[in-house]
């Protein structure tokens, strides 16, 4: 049986040294709420060596921009990374969007620092904690993002 | 004091949403590891996928009148 798609791009970052958070629904439901999302969003560190590592972890999964029209030339390596900031990708494992800086937040440092640590498919990884989400979701202000936010309020009340 | 009265409808909004949330389904949710959770995610998604492809390939209630169906 093939590894649950999630597993593949977590599998693919942590065995290639990417240093990430995982923010957005995919973290959002491991706080603790269940909902949809269809995307993994992760924020990166965009030092040099954190940008050759993620080039080299999302390659075998064939990256390319998500939206674009078929064909358009499309390379993720480390000139790309470096030009860019954030991607929303489409790869052979599922979505991906690759966030250097995220609004309401800021960069990996800012991530990194309000991430809990969950140990899961065999590695411990950083999630962003429910103080992040809220952040980023009250920056973001979109319908959905107050759904998220009341419930992001539950769980802290449960959690005391 | 602009901004004071925009935080306050704000979080009146978020209050709103709280509301509706279905409290019992969360505490089943947060019994669950992490891991458990990303895979029921997970399967949720499959379920996604497959409604995408059903959906592409479903029959209109209409259709289905004129067809005898």
Aim: proline share 4%.
């Amino acid at each position: 049986m093939q590894p649950p798609f999630l597993q593949k791009l977590v599998d693919a970052l942590v065995s290639s040294r990417v240093r990430f958070v995982i923010i957005g629904g995919v973290a959002l439901n491991i706080q603790g709420h269940a909902r949809a999302t269809e995307d993994f969003d992760v924020c990166y560190a965009r030092d040099r060596e954190n940008l050759v590592n993620l080039a080299a972890a999302l390659a075998p999964l064939n990256p390319r921009l998500r939206g674009a029209p078929a064909g358009l030339p499309f390379v993720l390596d480390v000139p790309t990374l470096r030009a860019g900031l954030n991607f929303t990708l489409s790869t052979d494992a599922g979505a991906i969007d690759l966030l250097g800086e995220v609004t309401g937040l800021g960069g990996y440092a800012a991530a990194d620092a309000l991430a809990d640590e969950f140990e899961f498919f065999g590695h411990k990884l950083l999630v962003l904690n429910l103080d992040g989400l809220e952040r980023t979701k009250k920056a973001a202000g979109r319908p959905k993002d107050l759904v998220d936010l009341g419930s992001i309020a539950e769980l802290k009340k449960r959690r005391g | 004091m602009k901004r004071a009265a925009e935080r306050d409808s704000f979080e009146v909004l978020t209050e709103l949403f709280a509301r509706d949330i279905d409290g019992a389904l969360m505490d089943e949710n947060l019994k669950l590891t992490p891991e458990q959770r990303l895979l029921k995610l997970e399967a949720m998604m499959r379920f996604g996928e497959e409604a995408r492809r059903a959906r592409a390939a479903a029959v209109p209630a209409e259709a289905r009148r004129r067809s005898g169906q």
